[in-house]
């Protein structure tokens, strides 16, 4: 069974630094593509990031590129976000979902991960 | 950078045929991916590719997609479909999602 966990989430002042875990289970982690994708309160989703499979390709929305980064450590089945600079239109709930391939649909979502950029 | 476009809402009456439409510039290039949230949870791919089904997810489901709109049709629309529901997209290396539309089962 496919299952993805987010945790890392909490709350930050604006400028601040936070970063996200999504702990990886039941498939062959460094076969796919993962992604971020968030969901600001009452919003819509709105894709953040991914990253291909052995993580030499990674991709940003606009609004994030320069102050996020997406990694992974496939020894871990670990997919990272290091956020940076963080504003407080970056409130939202962080969901990592998996990719049958690059540029593909998630197939499996997290249950997201909470993060709150307020004084 | 790519738009897509949603009804904010759509109500259908218990029973019946509900259509989602997703509007984009020559969107039946691209393959479109839809995707249910209930309150409170993750989102669940319920059409992919345009028009087809995972696992688990009933034949009433169904989507189609052509030059610029896309659609999800739920027909015999139950209770537990009521929901938002998200159509994407890939362009440009970049994950473009439509603003919603919510789903009212009446």
């Known amino acids: 069974e496919v299952q993805l966990l987010e945790s890392g989430g909490g709350l930050v002042q604006p400028g601040g630094s936070l970063r996200l875990s999504c702990a990886a289970s039941g498939f062959t982690f460094s076969s796919y593509a993962m992604n971020w994708v968030r969901q600001a309160p009452g919003k819509g989703l709105d894709w953040v990031s991914a990253i291909s499979g052995s993580g030499g390709s990674a991709y940003y929305a606009g609004s994030v590129k320069g102050r996020f980064i997406i990694s992974r450590d496939n020894s871990k089945d670990t997919l990272y976000l290091q956020m940076n600079s963080l504003r407080a239109e970056d409130t939202a709930v962080y969901y990592c979902?998996?990719?049958?391939?690059?540029?593909?649909?998630?197939?499996?979502w997290g249950q997201g991960t909470l993060v709150t950029v307020s004084s | 950078s790519y738009e897509l476009t949603q009804p904010l809402s759509v109500s259908v009456a218990l029973g019946q045929t509900a259509r989602i439409t997703c509007g984009g510039n020559n969107i039946g290039s691209k393959n479109v991916h839809w995707y249910q949230q209930k309150p409170g949870q993750a989102p669940v791919l319920v059409i992919y590719r345009d028009s087809n089904r995972p696992s688990g997810i009933p034949e009433r489901f169904s989507g189609s997609n052509s030059r610029n709109t896309a659609t999800l049709t739920i027909s015999r629309a139950q209770a537990g479909d009521e929901a938002d529901y998200y159509c994407q997209v890939w362009d440009s290396s970049t994950g473009v999602f439509g603003g919603g539309t919510k789903l009212t089962v009446l």
């Open positions: 979902a998996k990719t049958i391939g690059s540029y593909s649909y998630f197939d499996y």
